[in-house]
């Protein structure tokens, strides 16, 4: 059985900045595609970027744009989000998945409904 094993989350003042990793192990799997979703609490779970494993297309939600970056290391199966100028709205419990088979276009990636495999989660917690 596949799994994905999130690191990095913690709590960090507004502005500071944050790693999280994500790293696909154990039954061998291909990766089209790993994506970070969020969850703030009372909230739905929300897309905040992905990226296309073969060719390195990134995408981002809105809110993220500029702040975040997302990469990923094949070798090591693993994804990155580099979390920059933090901010109180930041906070959820993140979550990485993966999406093991090709889809047409990217765009639907970010669905939630898209991926075959999710992490445990990890919690960011920005204080003000």
């Known amino acids: 059985q596949g799994q994905l094993v999130e690191s990095g989350g913690g709590l960090v003042q507004a502005g500071g900045s944050l790693r999280l990793s994500c790293a696909a192990s154990g039954r061998t799997f291909s990766i089209y595609a790993m994506g970070w979703f969020r969850q703030a609490p009372g909230k739905e779970r929300e897309f905040v970027t992905c990226?296309?494993?073969?060719?390195?297309?990134?995408y981002y939600a809105d809110s993220v744009k500029g702040r975040f970056t997302i990469s990923r290391d094949n070798a090591k199966n693993t994804v990155y989000l580099q979390m920059n100028s933090l901010k109180p709205e930041d906070t959820a419990v993140y979550y990485c998945a993966t999406r093991t088979t090709h889809y047409g276009s990217d765009y639907y990636l970010r669905y939630d409904s898209m991926y075959d495999y999710w992490g445990q989660g990890t919690q960011v917690t920005v204080s003000s």
């Open positions: 990226i296309n494993w073969s060719g390195g297309n990134t």
